[in-house]
């Protein structure tokens, strides 16, 4: 028999068994992002929010006392969360601490913001007498990606990879539009469902009434703004 129609199917056998055994890269070009979505996403990064209010014997002044409604504008249009107010001890008169602590409180209640949401701590102050009020929160937010920072010939891709910038224009969109950047973390809490206002909306609509409410009223409520 002729020895080169032995090593022929041998050879055949040889390649296919190389190719069923070769393993699966986890580094290197195998493993880059196959999808536009893979490659860019929506990083939502935690800062705090915060303004220092000086301490007044008489409590807010009107400066102040606007700031905490634009303060509370943005925590209501952020999707809320905790308030903490840091007083300093060591430093002011403590009475004027407490008047001043007070008026931040009663201003934050009045725009709406629960009292199981504002939580009073303290600080050391090492003796200054000019340490502030400080009223803080974390804020999110969505980190904007830069697009059109790289461009590769689209017409050839010798490996079948997903271009650099597509997928970056969708990415930075819905990072502009985005109101609560939490909602890019984990879905917003449901509040318990009504069932008696489903009791109600389901018997008149087995009666063929109207299931809406006959004037819709708004419970937004607008804080008080000291002028």
């Not at 055949?12 to 890269?25: H, N």
């Not at 008489?58 to 634009?70: E, F, K, P, R, W």
């Not at 809320?80 to 008026?103: N, Y």
């Amino acid at each position: 028999m002729n020895a080169s129609r032995i090593l022929i199917p041998v050879l055949a056998s040889a390649a296919l068994a190389a190719c069923s055994a070769a393993p699966t890269a986890t580094s290197g070009p195998a493993a880059l992002a196959r999808t536009p979505t893979e490659l860019w996403s929506n990083r939502v990064a935690v800062q705090p929010d915060e303004i220092r209010l000086a301490i007044h014997a008489d409590g807010l002044s009107l400066t102040q006392a606007q700031a905490i409604g634009v303060f509370v504008a943005d925590w209501r249009a952020s999707g809320g969360g905790q308030i903490t107010l840091h007083a300093p001890l060591g430093g002011a008169d403590p009475a004027a601490v407490g008047k001043t602590s007070d008026g931040v409180r009663l201003q934050l209640s009045g725009g709406g913001v629960p009292a199981s949401q504002i939580t009073l701590a303290s600080y050391d102050a090492g003796g200054d007498p000019l340490a502030p009020l400080i009223v803080g929160r974390q804020r999110y937010r969505v980190d904007v990606p830069r697009c059109g920072q790289e461009w590769t010939n689209i017409a050839h891709s010798a490996n079948n990879e997903v271009q650099p910038n597509f997928g970056c224009a969708v990415t930075a969109n819905l990072a502009a539009q985005v109101t609560d950047p939490r909602d890019l973390l984990a879905p917003a809490q449901v509040t318990p469902a009504d069932a008696q206002r489903r009791g109600v909306v389901l018997g008149k609509y087995r009666l063929g009434e109207k299931t809406g409410s006959a004037k819709e009223e708004s419970s937004t409520r607008i804080s008080d703004v000291v002028k």
